[in-house]
């Protein structure tokens, strides 16, 4: 049974993965608003710690979106500068929705390769049972 | 040098042949498969009491619970079978 219990620790990290991922696109999002933000990226990569399996998947470093604050004319804003602007965030909403949308789409997919591994593996005991 | 087929056969047989199990190997296979299984179970509750006071994240939990009903599964059917298997030799006439 080791590899249906290594193929549920693999789906496993993919779903953490996953989670982590939309974790910083709703920070990106509560975010939209706030001055002089930078929108978050994280990275995926192959996990070769020795205590998980192989082919298993993990976050990497949080990277900051380099792009350009914009600039924002509002004198009434108590961060605007002498000329009437201040810095916005560089988050672009409709980029956050789309990764939100394609994480949530991954999470499924592990999910049903889940549901099929635990299908697989109880059909293989009906075979024992007659 | 003179080479027979029953000396090739010999050869062969002292190679490949398997190992006769001696009763301590077996019993200490036996108690290795019941050790696994019970170190599954235990993950799966120490799991499930993590997650139920906010320690562990959910995926950790549902990876520990579907094993361990893997594990009980196996563990199952595999006494249903030796069960049948005593009560077939015990309703042999005799």
């Known amino acids: 049974m080791a590899g249906f219990s290594q193929t549920f620790d693999i789906l496993a990290s993919g779903l953490r993965a996953q989670a982590t991922r939309l974790r910083h696109v709703s920070e990106n999002i509560a975010n939209t608003d706030t001055p002089g933000y930078r929108g978050k990226t994280v990275s995926f990569m192959p996990d070769y710690r ?13 990277q900051l979106d380099q792009s350009t604050l914009p600039r924002i004319y509002d004198p009434a804003h ?3 500068n002498a000329d009437g602007y201040y810095d916005g965030s560089n988050v672009n909403l ?3 929705l789309a990764d939100a949308r394609e994480a949530q789409r991954s999470y499924e997919a592990s ?6 591994t635990r299908r697989m593996s109880s059909a293989i005991m009906e075979i024992l049972k007659r | 040098m003179d080479i027979k087929s029953t000396l090739a056969h010999r050869a062969y047989s002292e190679t490949f042949a398997p190992k006769p199990q001696t009763k301590e190997s077996k019993e200490a296979d036996f108690t290795q498969i019941a050790q696994s299984f019970a170190e599954t179970v235990q993950r799966g509750e120490a799991q499930a009491k993590a997650a139920l006071t ?4 959910p995926h950790a939990l549902v990876t520990a ?7 009980v599964d ?4 595999v006494r249903d079978k030796v069960v049948e298997a005593y009560q077939e030799i015990l309703r042999m006439q005799v």
């Open chain 1, 50 to 62: 020795p205590d998980v399996p192989e082919g298993s998947v993990r976050t990497g470093q949080v």
């Open chain 1, 78 to 80: 108590p961060m605007a």
């Open chain 1, 94 to 96: 409709m980029l956050e």
């Open chain 1, 111 to 116: 999910l049903k390769m889940f549901e099929q």
């Open chain 2, 54 to 57: 906010t320690q562990a994240d």
């Open chain 2, 65 to 71: 619970l579907a094993e361990t009903k893997l594990a």
């Open chain 2, 74 to 77: 196996t563990a199952v059917t």
